[in-house]
């Protein structure tokens, strides 16, 4: 395909109730969304794009606003350099010519920008969504799903007491979610678990995330979690400890997952090979984007290990992606894919919908949805034309 346009759409969306990590409280979604114009075979077509790094750089480096100036100064021209009127112009397109950009080839050809795979990711969502849309298929069926519909787990933030995280546990399960993972930090823990099971029994399928807040010293803390038939603990410790999550697996019987540390199939073969990661939490933003999330899903499923899919508080854009690519037949656990009215009173597409919690796998072209012009121009703060 030849880019003929790309415009990155910095938009603000309010949330139900706060979101709050061991890292820090969000009161609004703050994110990305790529638009990128393009000519195929099959004419020109529109393809979109969600960067789902945060406000600030807590949860990992990357911050929405760094990742829209990388996006801007570096990874699009390195797109759109020589496109039209070098020596593999626009005439030479249709017959497949070996630099044709195509998804397959985007991360090749933004290799030399080191990290920021989040930005990365934004940019080869919008370009595969752009390929799908004039190929006809779904993100589901170009991925390699296997199912229609996946099933719907909720992330539970830390919440002001006790009694208040368990109201709002009742209120997830009674809107049927088939898993919760509770958000924990040290001193809002086992405490925390306890009451959780005591009043909604051992058959709720439990997890928690600690996002890198503990230390191996916290060892002792964090094996009192065994008592709890937790599905798994989530980052405990820092993302560049792979060895010491090494080590603390092997004085937990709870199974240790990996969400910050796995940034790439190559540090998810190391967490492998090293035995820090029992289950794997697969981001597609976090890792680079969609086509290295199917890369880490396939090496786990080859060694036993199981994945699922993580959120970052994603628009229905990111949303019905995640939701595409956890219906691999890998992706064995329930994902943190809730539907847009866990966060959003309002989301930027159509909304994606838990029913009997399941969210539906979309079929449509593409990611199978777009945002909707008039929500995209109400949460905009900041519209920028990087090409033409
Ligand atoms: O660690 O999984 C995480 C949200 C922002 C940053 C990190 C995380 C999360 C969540 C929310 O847990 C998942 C969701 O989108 O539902
Ligand atoms: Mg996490």
Same mark, same amino acid.
Request: proline fraction near 5%.
């Given at each position: 395909?030849?880019?003929?346009?790309?415009?990155?759409?910095?938009?603000?969306?309010?949330?139900?109730?706060?979101?709050?990590?061991?890292?820090?409280?969000?009161?609004?979604?703050?994110?990305?969304?790529?638009?990128?114009?393009?000519?195929?075979?099959?004419?020109?077509?529109?393809?979109?794009?969600?960067?789902?790094?945060?406000?600030?750089?807590?949860?990992?480096?990357?911050?929405?606003?760094?990742?829209?100036?990388?996006?801007?100064?570096?990874?699009?021209?390195?797109?759109?350099?020589?496109?039209?009127?070098?020596?593999?112009?626009?005439?030479?397109?249709?017959?497949?010519?070996?630099?044709?950009?195509?998804?397959?080839?985007?991360?090749?050809?933004?290799?030399?920008?080191?990290?920021?795979?989040?930005?990365?990711?934004?940019?080869?969502?919008?370009?595969?969504?752009?390929?799908?849309?004039?190929?006809?298929?779904?993100?589901?069926?170009?991925?390699?799903?296997?199912?229609?519909?996946?099933?719907?787990?909720?992330?539970?933030?830390?919440?002001?007491?006790?009694?208040?995280?368990?109201?709002?546990?009742?209120?997830?399960?009674?809107?049927?979610?088939?898993?919760?993972?509770?958000?924990?930090?040290?001193?809002?823990?086992?405490?925390?678990?306890? /009451? +959780?099971?005591?009043?909604?029994?051992?058959?709720?399928? @439990?997890?928690?995330? %600690? &996002? $890198? !807040?503990?230390?191996? *010293?916290?060892?002792?803390?964090?094996?009192?979690?065994?008592?709890?038939?937790?599905?798994?603990?989530?980052?405990?410790?820092?993302?560049?400890?792979?060895?010491?999550?090494?080590?603390?697996?092997?004085?937990?019987?709870?199974?240790?997952?990996?969400?910050?540390?796995?940034?790439?199939?190559?540090?998810?073969?190391?967490?492998?090979?090293?035995?820090?990661?029992?289950?794997?939490?697969?981001?597609?933003?976090?890792?680079?984007?969609?086509?290295?999330?199917?890369?880490?899903?396939?090496?786990?499923?080859?060694?036993?290990? /199981? +994945?699922?899919?993580?959120?970052?508080?994603?628009?229905? @854009?990111?949303?019905? %992606? &995640? $939701? !595409?690519?956890?219906? *691999?037949?890998?992706?064995?656990?329930?994902?943190?894919?809730?539907?847009?009215?866990?966060?959003?009173?309002?989301?930027?597409?159509?909304?994606?919908?838990?029913?009997?919690?399941?969210?539906?796998?979309?079929?449509?072209?593409?990611?199978?949805?777009?945002?909707?012009?008039?929500?995209?121009?109400?949460?905009?703060?900041?519209?920028?034309?990087?090409?033409?």
């Amino acid at each position: 395909m030849i880019i003929t346009r790309v415009r990155l759409h910095r938009i603000s969306m309010p949330l139900v109730s706060p979101f709050t990590t061991s890292f820090g409280t969000e009161h609004s979604k703050e994110a990305l969304i790529v638009e990128i114009g393009a000519d195929t075979a099959a004419g020109p077509v529109t393809g979109w794009g969600e960067c789902v790094a945060m406000e600030d750089p807590l949860y990992s480096s990357e911050y929405v606003d760094g990742c829209a100036q990388v996006i801007g100064r570096w990874l699009v021209p390195a797109l759109t350099a020589g496109q039209q009127g070098g020596p593999h112009g626009a005439g030479d397109t249709e017959g497949g010519d070996a630099d044709d950009l195509v998804a397959e080839t985007v991360g090749h050809r933004l290799r030399h920008v080191i990290g920021h795979p989040m930005a990365k990711a934004a940019v080869e969502m919008a370009v595969l969504d752009a390929q799908l849309r004039a190929s006809g298929q779904s993100f589901a069926a170009y991925l390699g799903g296997v199912r229609s519909t996946v099933p719907s787990g909720v992330s539970v933030g830390i919440q002001e007491s006790i009694e208040q995280t368990l109201r709002v546990v009742e209120g997830y399960l009674d809107d049927g979610y088939v898993r919760i993972k509770l958000k924990i930090k040290p001193g809002w823990d086992v405490e925390l678990v306890r /009451a +959780v099971r005591g009043v909604f029994g051992d058959d709720v399928p @439990l997890q928690v995330d %600690a &996002n $890198a !807040a503990y230390t191996l *010293l916290d060892a002792t803390t964090l094996r009192r979690l065994d008592e709890f038939g937790l599905l798994l603990l989530e980052q405990p410790l820092a993302e560049d400890d792979l060895r010491q999550h090494a080590v603390l697996a092997t004085r937990l019987q709870t199974p240790l997952c990996l969400d910050e540390s796995v940034v790439s199939a190559r540090s998810a073969a190391d967490a492998i090979a090293l035995g820090a990661a029992q289950v794997i939490n697969i981001k597609p933003g976090r890792v680079g984007g969609y086509l290295e999330a199917v890369r880490i899903h396939d090496l786990a499923r080859a060694h036993g290990i /199981a +994945v699922w899919c993580g959120g970052m508080l994603e628009t229905g @854009l990111g949303r019905s %992606a &995640n $939701a !595409a690519l956890a219906s *691999l037949p890998g992706f064995v656990l329930p994902g943190d894919i809730s539907a847009s009215s866990r966060f959003y009173d309002v989301d930027l597409t159509e909304p994606v919908e838990m029913v009997d919690g399941q969210v539906a796998v979309d079929t449509t072209p593409g990611i199978g949805r777009a945002p909707i012009p008039e929500l995209l121009e109400r949460f905009r703060t900041d519209l920028s034309v990087v090409f033409r």
